[in-house]
């Protein structure tokens, strides 16, 4: 009744697009060409053998006919005769049930052969959608939503097999079989036979695709009202205990039934127009079916055509509208398909904000100093971020960046990071700007403990070594001990086998934070980036924390974004951060010394905490 993963949206695009589109998709079934060939023999030969089956079928209805009205009186000679015919027939039985099992066979070869096509083909685009997805920059990802971006994903392999499955095994072969049976009507019973299929035909068509395409907008109504009902749905379930709370059971349920009542009466306007389109394709059948028979009849009577060429003619007719019964689902799903392949290829044809320039050099880090020359920046031109920002960072000090909610800091992580660009200014480590280095190596240098500490879905050693896939168990132990993490390990019954569950929901904020902690350790960057580590923290988990970051910041070049500034009251150096402007700088005694916005903050949570 109802997806969760709500409707489908069409993407506007042109013929000439979808044209673009097959032919870029042509280009992932190109590796098979060998096997594409042999499969597109093989779906030949299965129509030559199902448009054989009613030749075959009026040649035993014309020998049964004649030796029928030959029977009486029968002699020697007749009997003997009639015992040939007899032969014959059964040699026309067996090869009628011949043509039908070779039909199977060649249908199932081709499926067989067209098999590894396909998939590795949808294993090809899905690979390079993941690829581009991962490519594009952060900014393109905090515009998109979770479900967008899976979904983007998962229509790298649907879209594909499903144009796949429609031309290949649909429209093709329909088309091939129209041509032999138009083929053999004209050649053996004359251009009126061939009018009555093309004209039926070419109506039949001309009738699916115009109503198919009216009654598509009680389709996209239903997906809609159901992406609707569905968004409310999961809507209410994830705030539970904010509905618990408010007794707002009944508000919610009555939203979604609204949606429900409006999407089940789309329902049956879209199932009132189905009917009306399957009787409309059954009438023309129907009426070409009986022009033809006409014809037929009027011929038998005539002595033109024997009585098998009717059972020929009514069987040909018949077999040739079974595929075209379905030409209203294959012309709607051909249309999903192609614009869910040209949102894909959309999504490839994007490019990344940030890319390496084409002789960008691997960064190599011999003294691990940072500095940040009259950076400027903003995410939207009309609000500034970062105005003029200068600081340097020396090899082997801890500096930390402080300031008001807003004043830019964690925009310096991600800047320094890459994931964003300045505007104006320089970012540099050792002297070389992170805009000429590879992002590979830029980021191999750099380690982070985040605000969000997010997990995988997996065991605790695996989070761990995350951050170096070929750290020993001894490397990740060592690291779990010096994040105050092994006590807690070496509790859980299943150790560092434990799965934290989805983004660690398993584990508390102060396990997650010093899970994070270790995993720096593991990859043991020069430098490290500490946002805001321990700002979701109580005091207690706080000072373990520290601990563990003071530890590990010993051994490397620190830059500690932070909000609680109980925790950068030992750094080198302070930078004050407001409104994206540097307005103090200094060591903890001299700031408060100062009695400037260092001072006033730190009093301000000196008495939130009291």
């Known amino acids: 009744m109802m997806g969760m993963g709500g409707g489908r949206e069409q993407a506007p695009h042109s013929n000439r697009r979808d044209i673009e589109n097959l032919k870029k998709l042509s280009t992932y079934l190109w590796e098979y060409r060998g ?46 005769a009639s015992d040939n015919v007899l032969l014959v027939g059964l040699g026309l039985v067996a090869a009628y049930g011949l043509l039908r099992m070779s039909s199977s066979l060649f249908t199932e070869l081709r499926d067989a052969l067209f098999s590894r096509v396909r998939y590795r083909a949808m294993q090809q685009l899905s690979s390079r959608v993941l690829t581009k997805l991962h490519d594009l920059s952060l900014s393109f990802h905090l515009e998109r939503r979770t479900g967008s971006i899976a979904k983007d994903l998962s229509r790298g392999t649907s879209s594909l097999s499903s144009i796949v499955n429609l031309l290949v095994f649909n429209i093709v072969p329909t088309a ?72 707002n059971e009944k508000r919610e349920i009555a939203a979604y039934d609204e949606h429900m009542t409006d999407w089940a009466n789309a329902g049956v306007r879209s199932q009132v127009t189905m009917s009306t389109l399957n009787f409309g394709q059954a009438a023309i059948v129907s009426l070409g079916v009986t022009l033809i028979m ?90 500034p971020i970062l105005r003029g920002i200068s600081f340097t960072v020396e090899p082997g000090s801890k500096v930390a ?70 750290a020993d168990d001894e490397r990740v132990a060592e690291a779990a001990r010096r994040a105050n993490l092994d006590t807690f390990i070496s509790e859980l ?25 270790a995993r720096v350790v593991v990859k043991d960057p020069p430098i490290i980036i500490f946002d805001e580590a321990t700002s979701s923290l109580d005091t207690r988990s706080e000072q373990a924390i520290l601990e563990g ?56 949570q000196a008495a939130a905490e009291e």
């Open 176 to 247: 091939a079989e129209f041509l032999l049976v138009a083929a053999i009507l004209l050649g053996g019973y004359g251009w009126q036979y061939t009018a009555v299929v093309f004209g039926t035909v070419a109506v039949y068509v001309g009738f699916t695709l115009f109503f198919s395409g009216w009654r598509m907008q009680f389709r996209h109504e239903m997906n809609r009202l159901d992406s609707l009902a569905s968004g409310r749905a999961v809507d209410s379930l994830l705030n539970y205990e904010t509905v618990k709370y408010f007794n």
């Open 549 to 604: 970051m003071n530890a590990v910041a010993r051994r490397a070049t620190s830059l500690v974004i932070a909000h609680r500034l109980s925790t950068v009251v030992d750094a080198d150096q302070i930078i004050v951060l407001d409104a994206g402007r540097i307005v103090e700088r200094g060591t903890h005694e001299q700031l408060l010394t100062g009695g400037g916005l260092y001072a006033d903050l730190w009093n301000m």
């Open 35 to 80: 096997r594409v060939l042999v499969a597109l023999g093989f779906l030949m030969l299965s129509k030559l053998a199902i448009v054989a089956v009613p030749l075959v079928l009026k040649r035993i209805i014309d020998t049964l006919d004649k030796n029928s009205a030959a029977a009486a009186p029968l002699n020697d000679a007749a009997a003997a």
């Open 493 to 517: 019954p299943q150790g560092y086998e434990t799965v934290v569950g989805e983004r660690g929901l398993k584990l508390s904020g102060g396990e997650k934070q010093r899970m994070a902690i």
């Open 294 to 383: 006409m014809l037929a009849v009027r011929d038998v009577s005539n002595n033109v055509i024997s009585l098998g060429d009717i059972v020929l003619i009514n069987a040909m007719m018949l077999q040739l509208f079974v595929p075209l019964n379905v030409l209203g689902v294959v012309y709607r799903g051909l249309q999903y398909a192609l614009a869910d392949m040209d949102l894909v290829l959309r999504l490839l044809e994007r490019t990344p904000e940030i890319q390496d320039k084409p002789d960008a050099q691997a960064l190599v880090v011999k003294q691990a100093r940072i500095e940040f020359r009259d950076v400027e920046f903003a995410y939207l031109p009309e609000r």
């Open 401 to 470: 960046v402080v300031g008001p909610s807003g004043a830019g800091k964690s925009t310096l992580s991600r800047l320094l990071f890459r994931f964003y660009d300045v505007d104006q200014g320089q970012v540099l480590i050792d002297g070389v700007d992170v805009r000429d280095c590879t992002q590979t190596s830029l980021r191999d240098a750099l380690g982070v403990v985040p605000q969000d500490t997010v997990m995988f879905n997996d065991t605790i050693r695996y989070n761990l070594a995350y951050a170096h896939p070929e």
